[in-house]
């Protein structure tokens, strides 16, 4: 079965220090890998998406950035954090044609 | 431009009565949505779903009803319990390749003993 990480759960950063957060897919090849951020008592926005290595769709301009080295593993970043990246990620992935996206357990970041 | 709308941030049901959640979307390009539940500090967990050809979609007590030319979709749980409690998210995608979801805001269900 497959099954999605992530890590850190939570993260307290300092305003300007930089970020690194991953997510590894098991069980599954050639996923569709996605970064959604959750601000607080807001919806669900798509920050990035993946259809396979090296490629990365930006969905909104932002102070973060996304790579994908491997067929599985999905990193969020960012150099310099501002008080307005806190917030709770998600990675999710899916296997094209399903349209069904699953979700990790998320990191909860917070920016002081 | 909020292209999936739900427009109850919370709803308050008693146990074992009906919970009837409701979307609303915008973009008629829209053809596959879901319904995710989802717990304080954790991710969406997926419900169900359903294509645009089908008006209904049924799965133990969950059962979710399309309306196209209302641009509407609701969830159903019956009978309610108190582990539904958490917020429900619909989301929509018009399956453009990369299966990009758009998600509503969430409501919050609160299932009262």
């Known amino acids: 079965s497959q099954t999605i990480h992530q890590w850190p759960a939570t993260l307290v950063q300092p305003v300007g220090s930089p970020l690194s957060l991953e997510c590894t897919v098991e069980g599954t090849s050639n996923p569709n890998l996605y970064w959604y951020r959750q601000a607080a008592g807001r919806g669900l926005q798509l920050l990035f998406y993946s259809v396979g290595i090296g490629q990365i769709s930006s969905e909104v301009p932002q102070n973060l950035s996304a790579s994908r080295p491997q067929d599985r593993q999905f990193i969020l970043s960012s150099k310099k954090l501002l008080l307005s990246d806190s917030g709770f990620y998600l990675c999710?992935?899916?296997?094209?044609?399903?349209?069904?996206?699953?979700f990790g357990p998320g990191t909860r970041l917070t920016v002081l | 431009d909020q292209q999936v709308k739900q427009n109850s941030p919370s709803l308050s049901v008693q146990e074992g009565r009906i919970s009837i959640l409701n979307c609303d979307y915008t973009?008629?390009?829209?053809?596959?949505f879901l319904w995710y539940k989802k717990y304080p500090a954790e991710g969406p967990t997926f419900l169900i779903s359903i294509s645009s050809i089908k008006d209904k979609n049924e799965d133990g007590r969950f059962t979710v009803f399309l309306n196209k030319s209302a641009k509407h979709l609701s969830l159903h749980i019956v009978p309610s319990q108190p582990g539904d409690s958490a917020v429900y998210f619909c989301?929509?995608?018009?399956?453009?390749?990369?299966?990009?979801?758009?998600f509503g805001q969430g409501t919050r269900l609160t299932i009262n003993p």
């Open positions: 973009n008629s390009m829209f053809d596959y």
């Open positions: 989301a929509a995608s018009a399956r453009q390749g990369a299966q990009k979801l758009v």
């Open positions: 999710a992935w899916s296997v094209p044609p399903s349209d069904t996206q699953y």
